[in-house]
Protein backbone atom coordinates (compact mmCIF):
# COMPACT_ATOMS: atom_id res chain seq x y z
CA UNK A 1 0.00 0.00 0.00
CA UNK A 2 1.26 3.52 -0.73
CA UNK A 3 0.42 6.57 0.61
CA UNK A 4 1.08 9.84 0.20
CA UNK A 5 -0.32 13.77 -0.03
CA UNK A 6 1.70 15.62 -2.72
CA UNK A 7 -0.06 18.85 -1.74
CA UNK A 8 0.50 18.58 1.46
CA UNK A 9 4.47 18.07 1.17
CA UNK A 10 4.37 21.18 -1.44
CA UNK A 11 2.93 23.26 1.53
CA UNK A 12 5.49 21.73 4.12
CA UNK A 13 8.69 22.24 1.79
CA UNK A 14 7.94 25.85 0.98
CA UNK A 15 7.49 26.20 5.18
CA UNK A 16 10.59 24.85 5.57
CA UNK A 17 9.12 21.45 7.75
CA UNK A 18 11.02 19.54 5.71
CA UNK A 19 14.68 19.60 4.95
CA UNK A 20 14.48 18.86 0.92
CA UNK A 21 18.69 19.10 1.20
CA UNK A 22 19.25 17.46 4.57
CA UNK A 23 20.60 14.18 2.08
CA UNK A 24 22.62 15.25 -1.04
CA UNK A 25 24.06 12.40 -1.77
CA UNK A 26 22.80 9.10 -2.88
CA UNK A 27 22.92 6.92 0.23
CA UNK A 28 20.35 5.54 2.76
CA UNK A 29 20.61 7.72 5.54
CA UNK A 30 19.35 5.29 8.23
CA UNK A 31 17.51 2.25 8.51
CA UNK A 32 15.10 1.33 11.59
CA UNK A 33 15.16 -1.11 13.43
CA UNK A 34 18.58 -1.21 12.60
CA UNK A 35 18.47 -5.49 12.85
CA UNK A 36 15.79 -7.71 13.69
CA UNK A 37 15.05 -11.78 14.46
CA UNK A 38 13.76 -14.44 13.11
CA UNK A 39 11.55 -16.65 15.77
CA UNK A 40 9.82 -13.37 17.35
CA UNK A 41 5.66 -13.75 18.24
CA UNK A 42 4.82 -10.90 16.20
CA UNK A 43 5.68 -11.90 12.17
CA UNK A 44 5.79 -8.62 10.96
CA UNK A 45 8.08 -5.90 10.59
CA UNK A 46 8.31 -2.73 9.40
CA UNK A 47 11.23 -1.13 8.14
CA UNK A 48 11.61 2.95 8.06
CA UNK A 49 13.88 3.69 5.55
CA UNK A 50 15.47 7.31 5.70
CA UNK A 51 17.73 8.76 2.79
CA UNK A 52 17.15 10.82 -0.77
CA UNK A 53 14.09 10.12 -2.80
CA UNK A 54 13.36 7.08 -0.95
CA UNK A 55 9.69 7.67 -1.78
CA UNK A 56 9.56 4.50 -4.48
CA UNK A 57 9.09 0.93 -4.70
CA UNK A 58 11.70 -1.46 -3.22
CA UNK A 59 12.87 -5.09 -3.53
CA UNK A 60 14.97 -7.61 -2.38
CA UNK A 61 17.52 -8.27 -4.29
CA UNK A 62 17.93 -12.16 -4.10
CA UNK A 63 20.76 -14.74 -5.78
CA UNK A 64 18.92 -17.85 -7.26
CA UNK A 65 16.22 -19.36 -4.82
CA UNK A 66 17.31 -17.46 -1.85
CA UNK A 67 14.62 -15.42 -1.39
CA UNK A 68 11.90 -19.04 -0.83
CA UNK A 69 14.31 -20.68 1.13
CA UNK A 70 14.72 -17.68 3.73
CA UNK A 71 11.05 -17.05 4.48
CA UNK A 72 11.19 -13.61 4.79
CA UNK A 73 8.94 -11.41 2.12
CA UNK A 74 8.77 -7.72 1.78
CA UNK A 75 4.53 -7.63 1.21
CA UNK A 76 4.58 -4.02 0.62
CA UNK A 77 5.68 -0.51 1.22
CA UNK A 78 3.81 2.79 2.32
CA UNK A 79 4.99 6.18 2.03
CA UNK A 80 4.14 9.45 3.62
CA UNK A 81 5.02 13.45 2.28
CA UNK A 82 8.10 13.44 2.81
CA UNK A 83 9.78 12.01 -0.88
CA UNK A 84 12.52 10.82 1.78
CA UNK A 85 10.81 7.81 3.74
CA UNK A 86 9.57 4.94 2.80
CA UNK A 87 8.54 2.20 5.44
CA UNK A 88 8.81 -1.61 4.34
CA UNK A 89 6.48 -3.94 5.27
CA UNK A 90 8.12 -7.25 6.08
CA UNK A 91 6.13 -10.68 6.69
CA UNK A 92 8.89 -13.35 8.85
CA UNK A 93 7.16 -16.48 8.59
CA UNK A 94 7.54 -19.05 11.15
CA UNK A 95 10.33 -20.93 9.88
CA UNK A 96 12.55 -18.16 8.83
CA UNK A 97 15.98 -19.22 9.35
CA UNK A 98 18.51 -16.45 10.01
CA UNK A 99 19.38 -14.12 7.08
CA UNK A 100 21.23 -11.09 5.96
CA UNK A 101 19.09 -9.68 2.62
CA UNK A 102 20.10 -6.87 0.02
CA UNK A 103 17.06 -3.78 0.05
CA UNK A 104 17.32 -1.66 -3.11
CA UNK A 105 15.06 0.82 -4.67
CA UNK A 106 13.57 0.42 -7.83
CA UNK A 107 15.85 3.33 -9.51
CA UNK A 108 18.87 1.16 -8.32
CA UNK A 109 20.48 4.50 -6.22
CA UNK A 110 19.52 3.14 -2.57
CA UNK A 111 20.63 -0.03 -1.19
CA UNK A 112 21.05 -1.49 1.74
CA UNK A 113 22.22 -4.82 3.72
CA UNK A 114 19.70 -6.13 6.55
CA UNK A 115 19.91 -9.27 9.08
CA UNK A 116 17.73 -11.39 10.64
CA UNK A 117 19.16 -12.94 13.39
CA UNK A 118 18.48 -16.18 15.44
CA UNK A 119 17.25 -15.42 19.05
CA UNK A 120 19.01 -16.74 22.07
CA UNK A 121 17.65 -19.48 24.02
CA UNK A 122 14.06 -18.70 26.15
CA UNK A 123 14.71 -14.82 25.28
CA UNK A 124 10.56 -14.50 25.30
CA UNK A 125 10.71 -15.71 28.79
CA UNK A 126 13.14 -13.79 30.49
CA UNK A 127 12.60 -12.77 33.98
CA UNK A 128 11.81 -9.06 34.63
CA UNK A 129 12.29 -7.72 38.12
CA UNK A 130 10.30 -7.76 40.93
CA UNK A 131 9.94 -6.99 44.83
CA UNK A 132 12.79 -9.90 45.48
CA UNK A 133 14.91 -7.35 43.66
CA UNK A 134 16.46 -4.17 44.91
CA UNK A 135 16.95 -1.39 41.91
CA UNK A 136 19.98 0.78 41.73
CA UNK A 137 19.66 3.81 40.07
CA UNK A 138 22.87 5.16 38.20
CA UNK A 139 23.10 8.77 36.76
CA UNK A 140 26.00 7.76 34.49
CA UNK A 141 28.03 11.03 33.56
CA UNK A 142 28.01 11.30 37.27
CA UNK A 143 28.48 7.61 38.73
CA UNK A 144 32.56 6.78 36.98
CA UNK A 145 34.72 7.51 34.14
CA UNK A 146 35.89 4.28 33.52
CA UNK A 147 37.21 5.74 30.24
CA UNK A 148 38.56 9.01 29.79
CA UNK A 149 39.12 8.79 25.72
CA UNK A 150 35.48 9.21 25.50
CA UNK A 151 34.44 12.18 27.20
CA UNK A 152 35.28 14.43 24.04
CA UNK A 153 33.99 13.27 20.78
CA UNK A 154 34.24 14.99 17.41
CA UNK A 155 30.78 14.42 16.16
CA UNK A 156 29.06 15.41 19.72
CA UNK A 157 28.50 19.49 19.84
CA UNK A 158 28.79 19.13 23.83
CA UNK A 159 32.74 19.35 24.90
CA UNK A 160 33.08 17.93 28.66
CA UNK A 161 32.92 20.46 31.75
CA UNK A 162 33.73 18.65 34.55
CA UNK A 163 33.54 21.97 37.09
CA UNK A 164 30.43 23.06 35.74
CA UNK A 165 27.31 21.52 37.69
CA UNK A 166 25.28 21.21 34.25
CA UNK A 167 27.92 20.47 32.19
CA UNK A 168 28.91 16.85 31.42
CA UNK A 169 31.58 15.24 34.01
CA UNK A 170 32.83 11.81 31.82
CA UNK A 171 30.77 9.03 33.24
CA UNK A 172 30.01 6.03 31.13
CA UNK A 173 29.11 2.43 30.94
CA UNK A 174 32.66 1.20 31.09
CA UNK A 175 33.00 3.37 34.86
CA UNK A 176 29.69 0.83 35.71
CA UNK A 177 30.70 -2.16 35.07
CA UNK A 178 34.25 -1.24 36.88
CA UNK A 179 31.98 -0.87 39.88
CA UNK A 180 29.62 -4.44 39.50
CA UNK A 181 31.60 -6.06 42.24
CA UNK A 182 31.29 -3.09 44.53
CA UNK A 183 27.45 -3.37 43.83
CA UNK A 184 26.69 -6.96 43.98
CA UNK A 185 28.52 -6.77 47.27
CA UNK A 186 26.08 -4.43 48.25
CA UNK A 187 23.36 -6.53 47.49
CA UNK A 188 22.04 -4.90 44.42
CA UNK A 189 20.33 -7.12 42.32
CA UNK A 190 19.05 -4.60 39.32
CA UNK A 191 20.49 -1.71 36.89
CA UNK A 192 18.65 1.34 36.34
CA UNK A 193 20.53 4.00 34.03
CA UNK A 194 19.27 6.81 33.36
CA UNK A 195 19.31 7.08 29.42
CA UNK A 196 22.63 6.21 27.92
CA UNK A 197 21.63 6.69 24.09
CA UNK A 198 22.90 9.64 22.07
CA UNK A 199 22.38 13.12 23.28
CA UNK A 200 23.73 15.10 20.32
CA UNK A 201 22.76 18.45 21.84
CA UNK A 202 24.81 21.75 22.36
CA UNK A 203 24.35 22.22 26.18
CA UNK A 204 22.70 20.44 28.62
CA UNK A 205 22.97 17.07 27.51
CA UNK A 206 24.38 15.03 30.51
CA UNK A 207 20.86 13.47 31.83
CA UNK A 208 20.48 11.84 28.63
CA UNK A 209 16.64 12.88 27.98
CA UNK A 210 17.16 14.39 25.22
CA UNK A 211 17.95 11.71 22.92
CA UNK A 212 18.60 12.35 19.13
CA UNK A 213 19.45 8.49 18.34
CA UNK A 214 17.24 6.26 19.54
CA UNK A 215 19.28 2.69 18.21
CA UNK A 216 22.57 4.06 19.13
CA UNK A 217 24.48 4.63 22.67
CA UNK A 218 25.93 8.02 23.18
CA UNK A 219 29.82 7.87 21.76
CA UNK A 220 30.72 9.42 25.21
CA UNK A 221 29.48 7.04 27.01
CA UNK A 222 30.55 4.03 24.77
CA UNK A 223 28.80 2.00 22.26
CA UNK A 224 26.38 -0.32 21.75
CA UNK A 225 28.19 -2.96 22.04
CA UNK A 226 29.40 -1.95 25.32
CA UNK A 227 26.19 -1.51 26.55
CA UNK A 228 25.35 -5.32 25.87
CA UNK A 229 28.88 -6.14 27.76
CA UNK A 230 27.29 -4.22 30.53
CA UNK A 231 24.54 -6.49 30.70
CA UNK A 232 26.45 -10.00 30.24
CA UNK A 233 29.12 -8.71 32.84
CA UNK A 234 25.93 -7.71 35.25
CA UNK A 235 24.09 -10.90 34.75
CA UNK A 236 27.43 -12.70 36.02
CA UNK A 237 27.09 -11.03 39.24
CA UNK A 238 23.04 -11.76 39.46
CA UNK A 239 22.14 -8.14 38.60
CA UNK A 240 20.03 -7.23 36.12
CA UNK A 241 19.49 -4.08 33.45
CA UNK A 242 16.88 -2.19 33.27
CA UNK A 243 16.19 0.88 30.68
CA UNK A 244 15.39 3.90 30.93
CA UNK A 245 12.70 4.75 27.97
CA UNK A 246 11.68 8.10 26.54
CA UNK A 247 8.50 7.68 24.43
CA UNK A 248 7.21 10.76 24.60
CA UNK A 249 9.68 13.17 23.53
CA UNK A 250 13.27 13.55 21.79
CA UNK A 251 15.92 15.62 21.83
CA UNK A 252 15.52 18.91 19.07
CA UNK A 253 18.91 18.45 17.38
CA UNK A 254 17.35 14.98 16.09
CA UNK A 255 17.23 14.84 12.59
CA UNK A 256 13.54 14.10 12.66
CA UNK A 257 14.05 17.91 13.34
CA UNK A 258 15.97 18.65 10.46
CA UNK A 259 13.85 16.31 7.87
CA UNK A 260 11.18 15.31 9.59
CA UNK A 261 9.19 12.19 8.14
CA UNK A 262 5.36 13.53 7.80
CA UNK A 263 3.51 16.56 9.04
CA UNK A 264 2.30 15.09 12.30
CA UNK A 265 4.99 13.29 13.50
CA UNK A 266 5.43 15.76 16.25
CA UNK A 267 3.27 17.61 18.24
CA UNK A 268 1.94 21.12 17.28
CA UNK A 269 2.95 20.57 13.87
CA UNK A 270 6.74 21.10 14.97
CA UNK A 271 6.29 24.43 16.53
CA UNK A 272 7.18 24.37 20.93
CA UNK A 273 3.41 25.12 22.61
CA UNK A 274 4.32 23.99 26.39
CA UNK A 275 2.36 21.35 28.29
CA UNK A 276 0.30 22.35 31.00
CA UNK A 277 1.57 19.27 33.33
CA UNK A 278 -2.55 18.85 34.20
CA UNK A 279 -2.01 14.91 34.94
CA UNK A 280 -5.30 15.08 35.72
CA UNK A 281 -6.68 15.45 32.92
CA UNK A 282 -6.38 12.40 31.70
CA UNK A 283 -8.88 11.03 34.31
CA UNK A 284 -11.00 14.04 34.37
CA UNK A 285 -14.49 12.93 33.68
CA UNK A 286 -15.06 16.76 33.72
CA UNK A 287 -12.00 17.54 31.84
CA UNK A 288 -12.05 19.53 28.43
CA UNK A 289 -10.81 18.25 25.29
CA UNK A 290 -8.68 21.31 24.97
CA UNK A 291 -7.09 20.61 28.39
CA UNK A 292 -6.59 16.90 27.57
CA UNK A 293 -4.87 17.63 24.55
CA UNK A 294 -2.13 20.39 26.56
CA UNK A 295 -0.96 18.21 28.98
CA UNK A 296 -0.49 15.33 26.48
CA UNK A 297 0.42 17.55 23.60
CA UNK A 298 2.34 19.59 24.92
CA UNK A 299 6.20 19.78 25.26
CA UNK A 300 8.36 20.16 28.79
CA UNK A 301 10.68 22.76 26.90
CA UNK A 302 12.06 23.83 23.11
CA UNK A 303 14.52 21.20 22.86
CA UNK A 304 12.08 18.25 24.04
CA UNK A 305 9.78 18.05 21.10
CA UNK A 306 6.51 16.00 21.86
CA UNK A 307 6.37 12.96 19.81
CA UNK A 308 2.98 12.53 18.60
CA UNK A 309 2.12 8.80 19.17
CA UNK A 310 -1.35 8.67 16.93
CA UNK A 311 0.66 8.83 14.17
CA UNK A 312 0.89 5.24 12.98
CA UNK A 313 4.47 5.21 11.38
CA UNK A 314 5.56 6.52 14.56
CA UNK A 315 3.96 4.14 17.09
CA UNK A 316 5.00 0.92 15.21
CA UNK A 317 8.65 2.60 15.50
CA UNK A 318 8.48 2.95 19.07
CA UNK A 319 7.07 0.00 19.29
CA UNK A 320 9.82 -2.08 17.74
CA UNK A 321 12.64 0.06 18.95
CA UNK A 322 11.55 -1.27 22.66
CA UNK A 323 11.21 -4.56 21.74
CA UNK A 324 14.76 -4.59 19.63
CA UNK A 325 16.53 -3.24 22.96
CA UNK A 326 15.06 -5.87 24.91
CA UNK A 327 16.21 -8.76 22.72
CA UNK A 328 19.81 -6.59 21.84
CA UNK A 329 20.77 -6.40 25.36
CA UNK A 330 18.78 -8.56 27.47
CA UNK A 331 16.86 -6.58 29.57
CA UNK A 332 15.52 -7.59 32.25
CA UNK A 333 13.01 -4.50 32.33
CA UNK A 334 12.13 -0.40 31.06
CA UNK A 335 11.66 2.40 33.38
CA UNK A 336 9.23 4.41 31.08
CA UNK A 337 9.73 8.97 31.80
CA UNK A 338 6.42 10.84 32.41
CA UNK A 339 4.64 8.24 31.83
CA UNK A 340 1.65 9.72 31.23
CA UNK A 341 2.52 12.83 29.10
CA UNK A 342 2.59 10.02 26.08
CA UNK A 343 -0.89 9.56 24.20
CA UNK A 344 -2.43 6.74 26.46
CA UNK A 345 -4.27 4.89 23.67
CA UNK A 346 -0.30 4.26 22.04
CA UNK A 347 0.76 3.33 25.71
CA UNK A 348 -1.96 0.40 25.73
CA UNK A 349 -0.70 -0.77 22.42
CA UNK A 350 2.78 -0.21 22.88
CA UNK A 351 2.70 -2.49 26.39
CA UNK A 352 0.42 -4.75 25.09
CA UNK A 353 3.19 -5.66 22.02
CA UNK A 354 5.76 -5.44 24.77
CA UNK A 355 4.56 -8.73 27.04
CA UNK A 356 3.07 -10.61 23.89
CA UNK A 357 6.73 -10.88 23.11
CA UNK A 358 8.33 -10.91 26.84
CA UNK A 359 5.12 -12.22 28.97
CA UNK A 360 7.72 -12.28 31.98
CA UNK A 361 9.16 -9.05 31.37
CA UNK A 362 8.47 -6.27 33.83
CA UNK A 363 7.97 -2.24 33.79
CA UNK A 364 7.72 0.60 35.81
CA UNK A 365 6.20 4.04 34.54
CA UNK A 366 6.67 7.06 36.20
CA UNK A 367 3.53 9.02 37.16
CA UNK A 368 4.67 11.56 39.24
CA UNK A 369 1.91 12.37 41.82
CA UNK A 370 0.98 11.88 45.12
CA UNK A 371 -2.44 11.83 44.75
CA UNK A 372 -3.22 7.78 45.16
CA UNK A 373 -6.38 7.70 42.87
CA UNK A 374 -4.53 9.52 39.54
CA UNK A 375 -1.27 6.49 39.94
CA UNK A 376 -3.59 3.95 40.41
CA UNK A 377 -5.43 4.72 37.41
CA UNK A 378 -2.46 3.35 35.52
CA UNK A 379 -1.99 -0.04 37.03
CA UNK A 380 -2.55 -2.84 34.74
CA UNK A 381 -6.00 -4.76 35.78
CA UNK A 382 -7.53 -1.77 37.08
CA UNK A 383 -11.45 -1.32 36.75
CA UNK A 384 -11.50 2.33 35.52
CA UNK A 385 -14.51 3.71 34.78
CA UNK A 386 -13.50 4.98 31.48
CA UNK A 387 -13.14 0.99 30.35
CA UNK A 388 -9.09 2.03 30.18
CA UNK A 389 -6.51 -0.61 30.48
CA UNK A 390 -2.67 1.19 30.49
CA UNK A 391 -1.01 -3.00 30.68
CA UNK A 392 1.08 -1.48 32.71
CA UNK A 393 2.32 -3.56 35.76
CA UNK A 394 4.21 -1.29 38.00
CA UNK A 395 4.16 2.22 38.85
CA UNK A 396 6.87 4.46 41.24
CA UNK A 397 5.22 5.75 44.46
CA UNK A 398 5.61 9.46 44.92
CA UNK A 399 2.86 9.41 47.43
CA UNK A 400 5.35 6.95 49.72
CA UNK A 401 8.17 8.94 49.15
CA UNK A 402 6.55 12.44 50.22
CA UNK A 403 5.07 10.72 53.29
CA UNK A 404 8.01 9.45 54.37
CA UNK A 405 10.17 12.42 54.45
CA UNK A 406 7.38 14.27 55.74
CA UNK A 407 7.16 11.61 58.97
CA UNK A 408 10.73 11.65 59.55
CA UNK A 409 10.55 15.60 59.85
CA UNK A 410 7.58 16.64 61.80
CA UNK A 411 6.85 16.24 64.98
CA UNK A 412 4.34 13.02 65.82
CA UNK A 413 0.88 14.19 66.55
CA UNK A 414 -2.92 12.68 65.83
CA UNK A 415 -2.17 13.73 62.19
CA UNK A 416 1.26 14.43 61.57
CA UNK A 417 4.18 12.05 61.29
CA UNK A 418 4.03 8.16 61.13
CA UNK A 419 0.43 8.49 60.32
CA UNK A 420 1.94 10.22 56.88
CA UNK A 421 2.96 6.92 55.68
CA UNK A 422 0.59 4.86 57.47
CA UNK A 423 -2.50 6.44 55.12
CA UNK A 424 -0.51 6.19 52.46
CA UNK A 425 0.19 2.41 52.55
CA UNK A 426 -3.15 2.54 53.75
CA UNK A 427 -5.21 3.55 50.27
CA UNK A 428 -3.18 0.13 48.75
CA UNK A 429 -6.88 -0.87 48.47
CA UNK A 430 -7.17 1.82 45.15
CA UNK A 431 -3.94 -0.25 43.53
CA UNK A 432 -4.50 -4.28 41.95
CA UNK A 433 -1.18 -5.11 42.83
CA UNK A 434 0.38 -2.77 45.71
CA UNK A 435 3.70 -5.54 45.42
CA UNK A 436 4.69 -3.86 42.45
CA UNK A 437 4.74 -0.56 43.60
CA UNK A 438 8.03 0.95 42.99
CA UNK A 439 9.24 2.47 46.52
CA UNK A 440 11.87 5.14 46.73
CA UNK A 441 13.33 8.18 49.19
CA UNK A 442 14.96 10.06 46.34
CA UNK A 443 16.04 10.08 42.81
CA UNK A 444 17.14 11.71 39.94
CA UNK A 445 15.01 14.81 40.06
CA UNK A 446 14.89 15.28 43.46
CA UNK A 447 16.92 16.17 46.60
CA UNK A 448 18.94 13.59 47.95
CA UNK A 449 17.26 11.65 50.99
CA UNK A 450 19.79 12.52 52.55
CA UNK A 451 19.30 16.15 52.19
CA UNK A 452 15.52 15.76 53.07
CA UNK A 453 15.67 14.23 55.93
CA UNK A 454 17.78 17.70 57.26
CA UNK A 455 21.23 15.36 57.17
CA UNK A 456 19.96 13.38 60.20
CA UNK A 457 21.73 9.88 60.12
CA UNK A 458 19.38 8.04 62.47
CA UNK A 459 16.18 9.44 60.36
CA UNK A 460 17.96 8.72 57.07
CA UNK A 461 18.77 5.10 58.62
CA UNK A 462 14.70 4.67 59.83
CA UNK A 463 13.83 5.30 56.33
CA UNK A 464 16.42 2.70 54.46
CA UNK A 465 14.55 0.83 56.92
CA UNK A 466 11.29 1.12 56.07
CA UNK A 467 12.04 0.95 52.43
CA UNK A 468 14.04 -2.13 52.61
CA UNK A 469 11.61 -3.72 54.32
CA UNK A 470 8.15 -2.94 53.26
CA UNK A 471 6.08 -4.02 50.37
CA UNK A 472 7.00 -2.97 47.36
CA UNK A 473 10.06 -3.00 44.89
CA UNK A 474 12.89 -0.78 46.54
CA UNK A 475 15.18 1.38 44.55
CA UNK A 476 18.27 3.24 45.73
CA UNK A 477 19.46 6.30 44.22
CA UNK A 478 23.53 6.35 43.51
CA UNK A 479 25.27 7.18 46.52
CA UNK A 480 22.38 7.41 49.18
CA UNK A 481 24.34 4.27 50.65
CA UNK A 482 26.78 6.60 51.34
CA UNK A 483 24.91 9.34 52.89
CA UNK A 484 25.23 11.67 49.63
CA UNK A 485 23.52 14.72 49.84
CA UNK A 486 23.22 18.30 47.81
CA UNK A 487 23.56 20.52 50.58
CA UNK A 488 21.74 23.89 50.37
CA UNK A 489 21.01 23.52 46.46
CA UNK A 490 18.53 22.48 44.71
CA UNK A 491 20.00 22.26 41.08
CA UNK A 492 19.76 19.06 39.89
CA UNK A 493 23.16 19.53 38.78
CA UNK A 494 24.04 18.83 42.56
CA UNK A 495 21.50 16.50 43.24
CA UNK A 496 23.45 14.28 40.57
CA UNK A 497 26.84 14.75 42.23
CA UNK A 498 29.77 12.90 41.20
CA UNK A 499 29.73 9.51 43.30
CA UNK A 500 33.45 9.52 45.64
CA UNK A 501 35.58 7.58 43.61
CA UNK A 502 34.18 7.25 40.09
CA UNK A 503 36.98 9.95 38.74
CA UNK A 504 40.57 10.96 38.63
CA UNK A 505 40.84 13.80 41.19
CA UNK A 506 38.57 12.10 43.90
CA UNK A 507 40.28 11.35 47.57
CA UNK A 508 37.66 9.62 48.52
CA UNK A 509 36.05 6.09 47.38
CA UNK A 510 32.87 4.63 48.46
CA UNK A 511 34.06 1.47 46.48
CA UNK A 512 37.36 1.15 49.06
CA UNK A 513 35.75 3.24 51.73
CA UNK A 514 38.72 5.34 51.37
CA UNK A 515 38.26 9.15 52.64
CA UNK A 516 34.54 8.57 53.90
CA UNK A 517 33.43 9.46 56.94
CA UNK A 518 32.89 6.79 60.20
CA UNK A 519 28.94 7.98 59.24
CA UNK A 520 29.37 7.04 55.99
CA UNK A 521 30.97 3.38 56.57
CA UNK A 522 28.55 2.95 58.81
CA UNK A 523 25.28 3.64 56.88
CA UNK A 524 27.15 1.37 53.84
CA UNK A 525 27.43 -1.44 56.17
CA UNK A 526 23.94 -0.71 57.42
CA UNK A 527 22.58 -0.86 53.83
CA UNK A 528 24.91 -3.96 52.96
CA UNK A 529 23.12 -5.69 55.92
CA UNK A 530 19.41 -4.89 55.16
CA UNK A 531 20.18 -5.59 51.71
CA UNK A 532 21.31 -9.28 52.92
CA UNK A 533 18.39 -9.65 54.85
CA UNK A 534 15.86 -8.86 51.67
CA UNK A 535 17.88 -11.74 50.37
CA UNK A 536 17.80 -14.45 53.19
CA UNK A 537 14.45 -13.94 54.24
CA UNK A 538 11.24 -14.14 51.40
CA UNK A 539 8.89 -12.47 54.11
CA UNK A 540 10.55 -8.97 53.50
CA UNK A 541 9.36 -9.25 49.94
CA UNK A 542 6.58 -11.05 49.93
CA UNK A 543 2.78 -10.02 49.42
CA UNK A 544 1.69 -9.95 52.64
CA UNK A 545 2.06 -6.66 55.05
CA UNK A 546 -0.42 -5.83 58.29
CA UNK A 547 0.40 -2.75 60.10
CA UNK A 548 -0.61 -1.02 62.67
CA UNK A 549 -1.87 2.77 63.28
CA UNK A 550 1.34 4.65 64.61
CA UNK A 551 1.67 5.22 68.30
CA UNK A 552 4.37 6.50 70.75
CA UNK A 553 6.54 7.81 67.69
CA UNK A 554 6.39 4.12 66.74
CA UNK A 555 5.21 2.76 63.13
CA UNK A 556 4.79 -1.24 63.03
CA UNK A 557 4.30 -3.88 60.34
CA UNK A 558 4.57 -7.54 59.71
CA UNK A 559 6.16 -8.96 56.76
CA UNK A 560 5.55 -12.50 55.48
CA UNK A 561 4.74 -14.40 52.07
CA UNK A 562 0.95 -15.16 51.99
CA UNK A 563 -0.60 -18.32 52.07
CA UNK A 564 2.80 -19.81 53.22
CA UNK A 565 3.26 -21.41 56.90
CA UNK A 566 6.93 -22.58 56.40
CA UNK A 567 7.97 -18.85 56.65
CA UNK A 568 6.75 -17.32 59.87
CA UNK A 569 6.55 -13.27 59.89
CA UNK A 570 9.04 -10.47 60.34
CA UNK A 571 7.93 -7.45 62.51
CA UNK A 572 9.47 -4.13 62.19
CA UNK A 573 9.34 -1.32 64.69
CA UNK A 574 10.43 1.74 63.23
CA UNK A 575 11.03 4.51 66.53
CA UNK A 576 11.45 7.83 65.61
CA UNK A 577 11.44 9.08 69.43
CA UNK A 578 14.45 10.11 71.07
CA UNK A 579 13.42 8.07 73.78
CA UNK A 580 13.30 4.40 74.25
CA UNK A 581 9.61 2.86 74.15
CA UNK A 582 8.46 -0.12 76.11
CA UNK A 583 5.97 -1.51 73.71
CA UNK A 584 2.84 -3.97 75.11
CA UNK A 585 2.86 -6.19 72.60
CA UNK A 586 -0.78 -7.11 72.91
CA UNK A 587 -1.48 -5.10 70.18
CA UNK A 588 0.37 -7.26 68.32
CA UNK A 589 -0.95 -10.68 69.13
CA UNK A 590 -2.53 -11.19 65.96
CA UNK A 591 1.22 -11.86 64.73
CA UNK A 592 3.19 -12.94 67.26
CA UNK A 593 0.15 -15.59 68.75
CA UNK A 594 1.68 -17.33 72.10
CA UNK A 595 5.24 -16.61 71.43
CA UNK A 596 7.53 -15.29 73.90
CA UNK A 597 10.61 -14.01 72.32
CA UNK A 598 12.22 -13.08 68.91
CA UNK A 599 15.65 -12.18 67.34
CA UNK A 600 16.05 -8.69 66.37
CA UNK A 601 17.94 -9.43 62.74
CA UNK A 602 19.74 -6.28 63.00
CA UNK A 603 21.45 -6.56 65.83
CA UNK A 604 21.29 -10.46 66.77
CA UNK A 605 19.65 -9.87 69.91
CA UNK A 606 17.03 -11.68 71.74
CA UNK A 607 13.57 -9.60 72.76
CA UNK A 608 10.88 -10.48 75.65
CA UNK A 609 7.78 -9.78 74.28
CA UNK A 610 6.63 -9.42 77.53
CA UNK A 611 9.24 -6.49 77.84
CA UNK A 612 9.50 -5.10 74.51
CA UNK A 613 11.80 -2.30 74.22
CA UNK A 614 12.30 -0.13 71.10
CA UNK A 615 15.84 2.06 71.56
CA UNK A 616 15.40 5.71 70.43
CA UNK A 617 16.23 6.80 66.98
CA UNK A 618 16.12 2.92 65.73
CA UNK A 619 14.94 0.25 64.30
CA UNK A 620 14.15 -3.81 65.32
CA UNK A 621 13.88 -6.52 62.53
CA UNK A 622 12.11 -9.32 64.84
CA UNK A 623 12.21 -12.69 63.11
CA UNK A 624 9.49 -14.88 64.98
Known sequence: MVRFTSFLWVIAATAGLFSIDALATNTVHSVAPTSWWVGMENPKLQIMVHGPNAKQPWQIVTKGNEKSETGI?????????????????????????????????????????????????????????????????????????????????????????????????????????????????????????????????????????????????????????????????????????????????????????????SLDWINYRGEFVGTSHARQTVQDVHASEYDKRRFVDGWFVPTMPDLNQRNPFLATYLTQNAIWWIEYANLSGFRIDTFPYSDKVFLANWLRAIFAEYPDFNVVGEEWTTQTAIAAYWQKGQNNKDGYES?????????????LVEALNEEESWNTGWVKVY???????????????????????????????????????????????????????????????????????????????GFKHHVADAKTGQGLSAEQLA??????????????????????????????????????IKHDATNKPILVLLNKSSKARTIDSERFNEVIGEQKEATDLLSGKKHDFERLVVPAKSALVLSL
Open 73 to 261: VLQSIEFTENNNYAFLNVQIEKDARPSSLTFESEDGTLRFEYVFDGREANSRFRQGFTAKDTIYLITPDRFANGNDRNDAHPSMLERPDPVYRGGRHGGDIQGVIDHLAYLSDLGITQLWLSPVLENNMAHYSYHGYSITDLYKVDPRMGDNALYKKLAIEAKRYGIGLIMDMVPNHIGSEHVWMKDMP
Open 391 to 403: HLPALMDFSLQEA
Open 423 to 501: QSIANDFLFKDPNQLLVFGDNHDMSRLHTQLKQNVEHTKLAMTLLLTTRGIPQIYYGTEILLDNGDSNDHGDIRIDFPG
Open 523 to 560: MQQYIKQLLSLRKRYPQLSGDWLLHFSPFDGIYAYARN
